[in-house]
């Protein structure tokens, strides 16, 4: 019996007590007869009886574990008897069926059975646990003893004592290898246990060296390192041991009393550090070319992962719902990467496999390292670690408190156990915070972990130390007193370990800073008593937290991003470092009695105290700055969590709702600092206000966003989010305004300070010595929060005479500081001495004199203009680009050289020019300043690209560098360029102004503030005036529309009208609270006035383009026509210029906002071609007018004036839609005009009437015109298009009788009737033209205008959350623009389609088009108007989703079946897709481009309808699934399709990579596509966690196969094993179901078919195995193999248990724990066997 293993045993009893059970659960659930259960029952009993007979025999040999015996026996005999009462039940229900009391006793026996078996089988594993365990200790012993050799004697006793203890040893060790199925924990067993036998006899031999060299320090060292790595090598096989036994048994911990903990944190960083070790191996393997290390590292990499995956798992399992999720993602995100290394590395060992094929295994293996961070970080924030970093602080405390008690009362055990728990306590803190360190986003705090935990590592072995010796000696109290020495040690390390975890490294400058004020504090007073002892324990704590502070200052002077904060840091700390030297020689000379010593010591400490101060406060930024920071950052979560749920990016919307909840927490403490400090009431009543909302805001954000992303189809709920988000969005806002700028501290600070001198003065001759010694603090400190605010100016001031001021004022101000201080102290000795009230009245004029100075040269601007510099500085980087590319390196290194003494000077102008304008136009000036700075840091990277780019014209990488280079220092440049005073483009801030304004007056009213109220009746007035002159000047061009003028100019009178009512009505609010109310319509009422002249006034950026270019050509001839003029010539010139920037301008908005590609390489040309103009025509016309008779002058000026004109024209036809799209505007302005007029004959307005007759002629002269580009383009439909649209002048001139005589009569229906008959007559015909000329492609069309109406009105949505006017108004005419074409599309599919159910669809979906266009225009413009308005906001969101589902609608309706077709649409991608890879694979280049061509245009067209079926579906499921095909084919348009294009070109291998990954892409889109057509309760990613784990496995085949561009071959063993993969997933989701169910019998069937299916996967893994040529790899294929069958072992267990006991939760955790055990072997399995393919025969 002892040759039978218990193992062997358990499935045997998990057989019979599953069928015995399986009889009873059928029969309770058919509601059928119980068979002869007797015979099944005493099955079990004698599988029972050989294990217990087994358990007890093994129970003989534990004699030396007395507690495992007992549990053993206790165990058999608990065993023995639940098998008779299994035996008696079976016996009472074959009597009686319906005994209820026999079914509970046989159920619960069952289930006693199965939990006793397992713990036999755990307590026997333990057993042998023991035993390793205890034998490593004893071999830790003897190599302990191998230090201590004097002879040789001795060294033969530890040779033979080591010898004998190892050979017992590796017995138990390779007893355990046997039984292990982990292959990582296997590996890490079999190379410990191999390193052990080494270095036994590497170690007799080096005692042996050692003693022969008793003096040779060389030999002593090799023996202290082999006894190292000897004790590493067994400490290792005593962890792998206790892992080894948790992991056999954690799934089927079944509250067995097991007492092993759950995984750490600390064992998941370890695991993730050695995932970086093998991705780093990984990748040396694969540039060595070295396929059987590849395979061995690609398989431990694998293990790693899975044990990751793992462990994290478990950890999720005490976390919440949302930390959960996130954890699971980070999972699923490192699982994937498997798939994607392995076939990369396969392509990279190809004799064929081009050079990037192995940097793409590096990429790869990155991404994999990064993603394996992503779980430790997950894990990290959810677990909470700085709390638990506490916690285990408070513990350490109480340890060493107790170890102290210990050592003091001399009790041994109590000190001992102690001294266990604080190392334990302090190993668990030091791996908790290196965990901590390496998800740390700042690099210096991780830094400063590090630090802090080598310094707890250092000390903690010193307290086990001191305790052992003063255990050892109990009455040595100088013993005692180095234990509570070295325990202070640690506990004052792990202080510090929590505050370098927990606290920003500048905060924790703050606080050490506080901590060395407060020892200097002590020193002095030290050394004021004498006391030696004292003062030398505080000089050596006040010189190590001075050191400290000066390392911590010079870390963060390194990462300063402020040159102005690091300038400050530097000087404090030189002066910091000065000081500290003086304090040592000093502090001794002043304990020596030297009076002298002793004042300077005073004033040395003082200095010390304010330089440290100083070096706080330059550490981080004020804290105003901080706040706005984190405000802006709290605005930019709010925008992704709205984009986030918008897209249905549940993950993104939940880190950003974490992102929010952190910043509102900043906000609170950063505003309850600044109150903690500030003096001015009415910004402290600002700032509690302000407090007061934002906690009273953050419940309820938390509140709405939790219900938005748990209902993200109720938009009740995401209204609520909007709502709650506005109102953050305007308490920052409101705090913003309320937070003084830097200018007005700086007037502040300068009337403080004169005000507290008056006070000094006053006080100073009353001899008041409290007052005056107030208001020279007062004084003191307000000098120095202005030089503080002053500094920055006078630093950055370009002005020689501004900067040279503003030093020597602030230089003049610190000198009379002291000598204030000076003068009140003396005054205030003498208070009746007039010299001495002079002096200080002197001081104080002179202090007073020089602050104000101070601030008035702070805010004094210079001047300088820039434009030409920056066109020149455009050109020459044009020319360096295009040198380069050239390979031209003498013209490359020209450009360049030029370049660098160029910019400069322009950096310089640019600088001066923002100075002069910072008061009018304060945005620029930071504008100029931040472009300014990265236009320097951009001059040496673009040199050395540059020449790299040069040498190395082939070489896209450096090419690509060099371009993006180029293009930011251009864009840097623009930027620093000053906006013109063109009307129209100071127009959008004009109209803002005026409304920003008008949104004072009511606050101001309500809180009763009469002078806030005045200045913004006074500002709001002003503002409109500005406007008003600002667009009659616009309405003055001769280009302006008359009737638009009419329409403004009536406007304008009206606003007028009403802001002159506007100071009564503030008079009247102040008056009577009642009044407010007729002040807010009145407000109301303005603001929708000044949206009707903004709408009016501006115009759309292609509108302004085409006008313009006029200007363009008017001022080119002009310069043309006065070459031979000097005088005339400038002016002509400057106009051209002005011309050629607004151009430029309006063709690189253009650009920027074309979603069309070919359509913005267009612009880009033309773009490119107006800076050369812009760039050379100044000197070449210049040359020429010098010149007047030299031809070659004149001939290259005129070659420029050609070159303006040709790029004029480029730039109008990039902007100019093609024929298409122009047909198609055309007829949705016809809709658009139709719909006009029946409300204009409702109201009776002949002017509305007349509107939409002439929008109407317009519309048909635009048809014809657009009708014959079209028809001259396409000459095959010509004819029947030209006929069509003949037909379409009659119909409209049908409509204007109609129109004329249902106004004159509009109650006679007839009349209102033949309107109607005629408008659709017209309809019709207009439908006929669009179907002529697009015939049976409508449906694309509707797919491809949705692109860009989605995009448009996307666009129109971020401009207006901007408050941009010009971009709204420019997103808004694209917007109604695409929504007109896809009315008209949807109407003419309506009038071609013989399907009446769709016709009426159709129509309905154009109808609901134009309601949203009609709504969408008056939303847009009263939403710019109110920014602030909650309600105008909400109808403008409304209106943009309304237009969004109309198009939609036209989609879905446009294409019947809309997933079915979706799904061909993916099957067609993959085809096209393989055909260009076939075509690439041919090497015909052209015809893989013509392929990938239509590849990318279905692309784009498979997207647009995912989400317009997302858009329409109520099901969120479906729309999940929708939404993630569409980002993964947006995803893949974005970053796949030029690289792939590129590669092609050039005849890159790494096409076909690119393409696989395309497909891969593609293939995850298809397969979020097939699950909807799947029942409705198998949609969606599973939210059940056994479900969720067959998807995981359905997932990993999947990806698998993709990545091979194949399907499941079951003719070979490898495909074998994805096949029984797959059908074991299935019967995994079918498991899942039935457990839902409450089916037990269904859950224990699926556990035997799983069974079955583990037993052929075995089958196949050992085919596999015996095909690979490479052991290693075998035994591992075979070391996952083996595990499964285990589990399913275990899976049968759990299910018996299961249905014996329904309701117990802690059955239904573990089988959800096997089934993700399950699913990772198996996921292992299939991995194992793609790296095993590698070394196939």
């Known amino acids: 019996m002892a040759d039978v293993g218990m193992d062997q045993v358990l499935e045997a009893v998990a057989d019979a007590v599953a069928q015995l059970v399986l009889f009873s659960v059928e029969a309770e659930e058919n509601n059928s007869m119980l068979p002869n259960i007797v015979p099944g029952a005493e099955a079990v009993q004698r599988a029972v009886n050989v294990l217990v007979d087994i358990a007890s025999e093994m129970a003989g040999k534990f004699g030396s574990e007395k507690h495992i015996q007992d549990k053993m026996y206790e165990a058999a005999t608990s065993v023995r008897g639940a098998t008779q009462q299994i035996v008696d039940a079976a016996r009472a229900l074959s009597g009686n069926q319906f005994d209820q009391n026999a079914k509970k006793i046989l159920l619960s026996a069952a289930k006693d059975i199965l939990q006793g078996t397992v713990k036999e089988l755990h307590l026997a594993d333990k057993y042998e646990v023991i035993k390793i365990v205890k034998a490593a200790t004893q071999c830790k012993e003897h190599v302990s003893r191998s230090s201590d050799v004097t002879s040789n004697e001795m060294i033969m006793d530890v040779a033979r004592s080591l010898s004998a203890a190892v050979v017992a040893l590796v017995k138990l060790v390779n007893a355990r290898l046997t039984i292990l199925v982990d292959p990582m924990l296997k590996r890490r067993l079999e190379t410990a246990n191999n390193t052990m036998k080494n270095d036994t006899q590497s170690l007799v031999k080096a005692m042996g060296t050692a003693l022969q060299n008793p003096f040779d320090a060389s030999a002593r060292a090799a023996q202290r390192s082999v006894a190292d790595e000897l004790q590493a090598a067994l400490d290792e096989i005593i962890l792998v041991a206790k892992l080894s036994c948790k992991t056999m048994f954690d799934s089927l911990d079944l509250d067995f009393g097991t007492d092993f903990k759950r995984p750490t944190l600390a064992e998941l960083r370890e695991c993730h550090e050695r995932i970086c070790r093998e991705c780093d191996q990984l990748s040396a393997c694969v540039y060595k070319s070295s396929a059987d290390d590849t395979a061995n590292a690609l398989f431990a990499l694998n293990g790693s992962i899975s044990q990751e995956v793992k462990i994290a798992g478990a950890i999720a399992q005490d976390c919440d719902e949302v930390q959960r999720l996130d954890i699971f993602e980070a999972c699923d995100g490192v699982e994937r990467m498997p798939a994607l290394v392995i076939p990369a590395v396969k392509a990279a060992h190809l004799r064929t496999s081009p050079a990037s094929s192995k940097d793409h295994v590096k990429h790869l293996a990155d991404q994999t390292k990064q993603a394996s961070a992503e779980v430790l970080a997950a894990c990290v924030i959810a677990s909470s670690a700085a709390d638990k970093l506490r916690e285990m602080m408070s513990d350490l405390d109480r340890y060493l408190r107790e170890l102290e008690d210990g050592v003091r009362d001399c009790d041994k055990a109590k000190a001992a156990r102690a001294a266990k728990a604080v190392a334990d306590t302090s190993a668990e803190a ?17 830094e400063l972990i590090m630090e802090e935990v080598a310094r707890m590592e250092n000390q903690t072995p010193r307290v086990v130390a001191a305790t052992k010796a003063a255990m050892a000696d109990p009455s040595n109290r100088a013993l005692a007193e180095r234990v509570r020495a070295e325990a202070g040690g640690l506990q004052d390390a792990g202080h510090r370990l929590v505050d370098a975890a927990t606290i920003d490294p500048a905060e924790l400058l703050r606080r050490r800073t506080e901590q060395l004020e407060d020892e200097l504090r002590r020193l002095e007073d030290a050394v004021r008593r004498g006391d030696l002892k004292d003062a030398a324990e505080h000089l050596k704590a006040a010189k190590d937290l001075i050191g400290e502070n000066l390392r911590l200052a010079e870390r963060l002077a390194r990462d300063c991003d402020d040159p102005v904060r690091q300038q400050k840091l530097e000087a404090a700390i030189a002066r910091l470092r000065d000081l500290d030297s003086q304090l040592v020689p000093l502090a001794k000379a002043a304990l020596g009695g030297d009076r002298a010593a002793i004042a300077g010591l005073a004033q040395l400490l003082a200095e010390l105290g304010r330089v440290s101060d100083e070096l706080e406060s330059a550490a981080q930024p004020s804290l105003e700055d901080q706040l706005k920071r984190n405000m802006d950052e709290v605005d930019e979560a709010l925008n992704r969590l709205q984009d986030a749920l918008d897209r249905g990016d549940l993950r993104g919307a939940r880190q950003a709702v974490k992102d929010v909840n952190r910043g509102l927490d900043n906000d609170g403490r950063l505003i309850e600092r600044m109150l903690a400090s500030e003096t001015d009431p009415t910004i402290r009543r600002n700032l509690e206000a302000s407090l007061r909302d934002i906690q009273r805001l953050q419940p309820d954000f938390a509140q709405a966003a939790e219900r938005a992303i748990a209902n993200p189809s109720d938009h009740g709920a995401r209204q609520a989010l909007d709502r709650v988000a506005g109102d953050v969005r305007d308490t920052h806002s409101d705090l913003n305004r309320h937070l003084p700028t830097p200018d007005e501290r700086i007037a502040n600070l300068a009337r403080s300070v004169g005000d507290n001198l008056a006070r000094l003065e006053n006080s100073a001759s009353r001899g008041d010595r409290p007052g005056a010694t107030d208001a020279a603090k007062s004084v003191v400190g307000d000098v120095s929060s202005l030089i503080g605010f002053t500094d920055p100016i006078g630093r950055t001031a370009t002005d020689p005479l501004q900067r040279e001021r503003i030093v020597a004022e602030t230089n003049a101000l610190r000198q009379l500081a002291p000598q204030l201080v000076a003068a009140t102290k003396s005054a205030l000795e003498n208070p009746r001495d007039k010299s001495k009230q002079n002096n200080l009245a002197d001081a104080s004029d002179r202090l007073h004199s020089a602050t104000d100075a101070l601030a008035r040269a702070a805010l004094l601007p210079p001047d300088q203009n820039i434009a030409e510099n920056a066109a020149k500085v455009n050109s020459r980087l044009n020319d360096i680009r295009d040198s380069a590319a050239r390979g031209d390196q003498p013209n490359t290194h020209v450009a360049d050289r030029k370049l660098q003494v160029e910019v400069p000077k322009h ?18 000036a930071r504008s100029v300043q931040t472009n300014a700075d990265e236009l320097s840091r951009l001059l040496p990277q673009i040199h050395e690209s540059a020449a790299r780019a040069a040498q190395n014209p082939r070489d896209k990488r450096a090419q690509d560098e060099l371009g993006e280079y180029i293009e930011r220092a251009k864009n840097a440049n623009s930027r620093l360029v000053p906006n013109s005073s063109a009307p129209e483009e100071l127009f959008p801030a004009a109209a803002a102004a005026v409304d920003h304004e008008l949104g004072r007056l009511i606050p101001a009213v309500n809180k009763g503030d009469r002078g806030e109220a005045d200045a913004a009746v006074r500002a709001v007035r002003e503002a409109a005036e500005h406007q008003n002159d600002l667009a009659h000047r616009m309405a003055a061009a001769p280009d302006f529309d008359p009737r638009r003028r009419a329409d403004l100019d009536a406007a304008l009178a009206e606003l007028d009208r009403l802001m002159r009512q506007i100071p009564n009505a503030v008079s009247a609010g102040f008056a009577s609270k009642a009044n407010v109310p007729q002040l807010e319509r009145l407000i109301h009422d303005t603001a929708a006035a000044n949206a009707r002249i903004s709408e009016l006034a501006m115009r759309p950026t292609r509108e302004q383009l085409l006008t313009n270019a006029q200007r363009v050509h008017r001022a080119l001839d002009e310069v043309d026509r006065n070459l031979g003029n000097k005088d005339q010539l400038a002016p002509a010139l400057g106009e051209a210029q002005r011309a050629l920037e607004k151009q430029q301008r309006l063709v690189k908005t253009l650009s920027n906002q074309e979603p069309d590609p070919d359509r913005k390489a267009r612009l880009q040309r033309a773009l490119g071609a107006l800076e050369g103009v812009h760039a050379h025509l100044p000197d070449a016309s210049r040359n020429a007018a010098a010149n007047p008779r030299n031809p070659q002058a004149q001939g290259a000026a005129k070659d420029q004036v050609k070159r303006g004109h040709d790029a004029t024209d480029l730039s109008v036809a990039a902007a100019t839609p093609d024929s298409k799209t122009q047909l198609l505007n055309a007829v949705g302005s016809l809709h658009s005009g139709l719909a006009a007029i029946p409300p204009a004959i409702v109201s009776g307005s002949a002017a509305d009437k007349d509107a939409g007759v002439n929008a109407l002629d317009q519309a048909i002269a635009d048809l014809n015109r657009a009708a014959g580009a079209f028809a001259r383009e396409r000459p095959e439909i010509a004819r029947p298009l030209i006929t069509v649209t003949q037909q379409v002048k009659p119909a409209n ?65 971020a401009a207006v959350r901007r408050g941009n006017r010009q971009d709204a108004v420019d997103a808004l005419k694209d917007a109604k623009d695409a929504l007109g074409r896809q009315a008209a599309l949807a109407r003419a599919l309506a009038a071609t389609t013989k399907d009446p159910a769709q016709r009426k669809a159709l129509e309905a979906a154009a109808d609901e088009i134009e309601k949203a266009l009609r709504e969408l225009e008056d939303a847009t413009f009263n939403a710019l108007a109110k920014p602030h308005d909650k309600d105008a906001q909400q109808r403008f969101n409304q209106a943009v989703q309304a237009a969004k589902v109309a198009n939609a609608s036209a989609v879905v309706e446009a294409h019947p079946g809309g997933a079915e077709r979706a799904l061909a649409g993916g099957k067609r991608l993959g085809d096209g897709i393989k055909a260009v890879t076939n075509a690439v694979k041919a090497g015909d280049k052209a015809g893989a481009l013509k392929k990938l061509d239509e590849v990318e245009q279905d692309l784009k067209r498979q997207g647009a309808l995912c989400k317009a079926l997302a858009i329409k579906t109520t099901d969120n499921n479906k729309r999940r699934q929708l939404l993630e095909a569409a980002m993964a084919l947006q995803n893949s348009l974005a970053t796949l399709l030029g690289p792939i294009r590129d590669a092609i070109t050039k005849g890159d291998d790494s096409a076909l990579d690119l393409l696989n990954k395309l497909l891969s892409d593609t293939n995850k889109s298809n397969s979020a596509l097939e699950a909807l057509k799947q029942p409705e309760e198998d949609e969606g990613e599973p939210q059940d966690e056994i479900m969720r784990e067959a998807y995981r496995v359905e997932s990993v085949v999947k990806a698998k196969l993709a ?37 037990n019998a269904d859950v224990i069937n699926s556990a035997r078919r799983i069974t079955a299916l583990v037993q052929s996967l075995f089958k196949d893994a050992q085919n596999i195995a015996s095909l690979c040529k490479d052991p290693r790899l075998r035994d591992q294929v075979l070391a996952v193999a083996h595990s499964i069958p285990n589990i399913a072992v275990q899976l049968k267990v759990i299910t018996s248990v299961k249905a014996a006991t329904p309701n117990d939760t802690t059955v239904k955790a573990q089988l959800v724990t096997c089934a993700r055990n399950l699913a990772s072997s198996v996921v292992s399995l299939c991995n194992a066997t793609e790296i095993a393919s590698i070394r196939f025969n």
């Not at 030091?430 to 991780?446: F, G, I, N």
């Not at 102008?909 to 620029?924: C, F, G, I, L, T």
């Not at 071959?1609 to 839902?1636: C, V």
Request: charged share 25%; glycine share 4%; hydrophobic share 35%.
């Open 1603 to 1639: 990545a091979r561009l194949d399907e499941i071959d079951e003719s070979t063993p490898e495909g074998r094993i994805y096949g029984a993969s797959r059908r074991l997933a299935k019967e995994m989701a079918l498991m899942s179901e039935a457990a839902s169910r409450n089916s």
């Open 1293 to 1357: 001139d049908q409509v204007k009788q109609s129109t004329q005589a249902a106004f004159n009569a509009p109650r006679d229906k007839s009349k209102q009737d033949n309107l109607g008959d005629s408008s659709n007559a017209l309809r019709k015909a207009a439908s006929n033209v669009i179907g002529t000329a697009l015939g049976n492609d409508l449906p694309n069309n509707i797919l491809d205008n949705s692109i860009l109406t989605d995009d448009a009105l996307d666009r129109l949505a």
């Open 430 to 446: 030091s791996s908790l915070a290196r965990a901590m360190a390496d998800v740390s986003t700042d690099p210096l705090q991780s």
């Open 907 to 924: 950096i310089e102008v640019a600088r001066a020019y923002a100075q002069n304008k910072q008061h009018e136009d304060p945005a620029y």
